[in-house]
């Protein structure tokens, strides 16, 4: 086999759930697809980190060079309300669920020393300042996931959020356990907006 198609193979099976054989099925495909499709393939590859930015507010994902991503920016939304996940895809699983008007905050990770993440690599600085900064009292929906890092992230917070002395301006919440996977981002819309309606607080 070719050095280069070997390359290719070892790549592609280092994406999430993509074993040595679809690793190599998607190489020979990339392999014999017309070279339009491989050099705009190449090109968004190419293109990806420098044309996306995360928004100086929640931290969510949006086009450069545009500061801001357009749930912050949409004024219809309650910004009182404000679900703090791990990852973008559970901000997108949440909106395609329809039924959150909330706001966000993406942690981009969840505190796990074992595996070399601390809380000073997650976007959760912010988080605080924003609370600081909000006039009046908000909502923070806490929907971390419900494994050791999920749960030592959510302690932090909850933790971090006393020792600030800005308990009088939260109200902290958690979605309810009638997530069937547990996560986000494998949960059912109906599951999901009931976790989310049926919150508790903390």
Not at 2 to 12: D, F, N, Y
Not at 149 to 155: D, F, I, L, R, W
Request: charged residues 25%; hydrophobic residues 40%; neutral net charge.
């Amino acid at each position: 086999m070719p050095e280069a198609l070997k390359r290719l193979i070892q790549t592609i099976s280092l994406l999430p759930g993509i074993g040595e054989n679809r690793a190599t099925k998607l190489a020979f495909f990339l392999l014999s697809a017309n070279s339009r499709f491989s050099e705009e393939f190449a090109r968004n590859i190419t293109e990806l980190r420098g044309k996306t930015w995360k928004c100086n507010i929640c931290g969510a994902l949006t086009d450069a060079p545009k500061n801001i991503c357009n749930i912050c920016e949409d004024r219809t939304r309650n910004h009182k309300i404000l679900c703090v996940v791990e990852e973008y895809l559970d901000l997108l699983t949440i909106e395609q669920a329809w039924g959150y008007d909330g706001v966000y905050h993406i942690l981009w990770g969840a505190i796990s020393p074992v595996n070399g993440v601390f809380v000073w690599d997650l976007n959760i600085t912010s988080l605080f300042k924003r609370i600081q900064e909000e006039e009046g009292k908000i909502e923070i929906i806490i929907a971390t996931n419900p494994n050791l890092e999920g749960e030592a992230t959510s302690s932090f917070i909850i933790e971090e959020i006393e020792k600030r002395k800005l308990r009088h301006k939260v109200r902290i919440t958690r979605l309810s356990r009638g997530l069937s996977s547990g996560y986000i981002e494998y949960a059912d819309s109906l599951s999901l907006i009931s976790a989310l309606r049926e919150r508790k607080e903390v």
